[in-house]
Nanobody, 124 residues
Framework: QVQLVESGGGLVQAGGSLRLSCAASGSTFSGYAMGWFRQAPGKEREFIATINWIGNTYHADSVKGRFTISRDNAKNAVYLQMNDLKSEDTAVYYC??????????????????WGQGTQVTVSS
């Protein structure tokens, strides 16, 4: 069992930056792949980025070049650095953990555990 708690969301102006954190507890974090998703009002949950157990990453085209996923296994944490934020980035952001084989996951069904989400609001 893994517990995930996101933090770092808030209100930011367009062009600004935020760094989201996701703290994991309850199991061997280093063996999990991790992912970030977001859900805007009235829209389906959207894949943002994933990182496997050895640190390889993949980012969705919508955020590539602006967002960066990273992890610190010593701190049992995964991060999402978000730069050059736009109004369309406004959403609830969720982190997720994938136990399987530690490989990257690209859809909601690939993940076993989810955090409660943190709100990011970008004002234009």
């Amino acid at each position: 069992q893994v517990q995930l708690v996101e933090s770092g969301g808030g209100l930011v102006q367009a062009g600004g930056s935020l760094r989201l954190s996701c703290a994991a507890s309850g199991s061997t974090f280093s063996g999990y792949a991790m992912g970030w998703f977001r859900q805007a009002p009235g829209k389906e949950r959207e894949f943002i980025a994933t990182i496997n157990w050895i640190g390889n990453t993949y980012h969705a085209d919508s955020v590539k070049g602006r967002f960066t996923i990273s992890r610190d296994n010593a701190k049992n944490a995964v991060y999402l650095q978000m730069n050059d934020l736009k109004s369309e980035d406004t959403a609830v952001y969720y982190c997720a953990a994938r136990f399987a084989d530690g490989g990257m996951g690209f859809s909601q069904g690939d993940y076993d555990y989810w955090g409660q989400g943190t709100q990011v609001t970008v004002s234009s």
